[in-house]
């Protein structure tokens, strides 16, 4: 599960008493929502089947999938089909290389989605893996399925923009700068991460 609506509220009341920017900010748009998705193999698999495709398209595919494989998508049914089935379902040749990469790794247990390591990076090594799942997806994954209270993705350009906004910078910050302005707030950046993307286009800032 994500950072419930309560963590997200103590960790930015937190925030506020730190950063002057971030009290007028919140101040001003009011607690983001709480984002959080379910935790597991499917929360991966959509992650894949959703990259560089619109939320209906992706939704498409999903539907497909799950009419020829079971819901959910089991990881053994996906390994067992073949690649016309899935091509069919509208899964690419990319994108089948890296739902098959998830897959291996889970049945193969090499890669255990209900036991991550707790340390946040040891956890991210294990799922860039993955095939077709960077450091920005792996790090989405844990704020929004684990609820990981630390989790900063610095490399996020609405993350950035949020920054840019909230504090007043003359620019966004890149991704380093982006790192190094957010120390002072362990461990609350997850919750700051998801204020960012509140702030982001908010006509209230």
């Not at 994954?141 to 950035?160: C, H, K, N, S, T």
């Not at 910078?169 to 998801?194: D, F």
Request: aromatic letters at 6%.
């Amino acid at each position: 599960m994500g950072i419930s609506a309560e963590a997200l509220r103590e960790g930015l009341d937190e925030l506020a008493r730190r950063e002057p920017g971030m009290a007028r900010a919140l101040a001003a748009c009011g607690y983001p929502e709480p984002r959080i998705r379910p935790r597991g193999h499917a929360t991966l698999l959509r992650t894949i089947v959703g990259q560089q495709v619109s939320v209906a398209a992706a939704a498409s595919v999903w539907a497909r999938l799950e009419a020829l494989l079971g819901e959910g998508l089991p990881p053994q049914a996906l390994l067992d089909a073949g690649f016309d089935a899935l091509r069919a379902c509208g899964l690419s040749r990319q994108k089948q290389g890296y739902a098959r990469s998830l897959c291996e790794l889970e049945v193969s247990g090499e890669l255990n989605l209900a036991a991550l390591p707790a340390d946040d990076e040891a956890a991210i090594a294990q799922l860039v893996r993955i095939k077709g799942i960077g450091r920005w997806s792996a790090e989405i994954y844990l704020l929004f399925a684990e609820g990981r209270a630390d989790i900063w993705p610095a490399g996020d350009l609405a993350v950035q923009a949020g920054l840019h906004r909230i504090l007043g910078l003359e620019a966004r910050p890149s991704e380093k700068q982006a790192r190094a302005l957010a120390e002072g707030w362990r461990p609350h950046r997850g919750a700051a991460a998801i204020f960012t993307w509140h702030c982001y286009n908010n006509a209230a800032l």
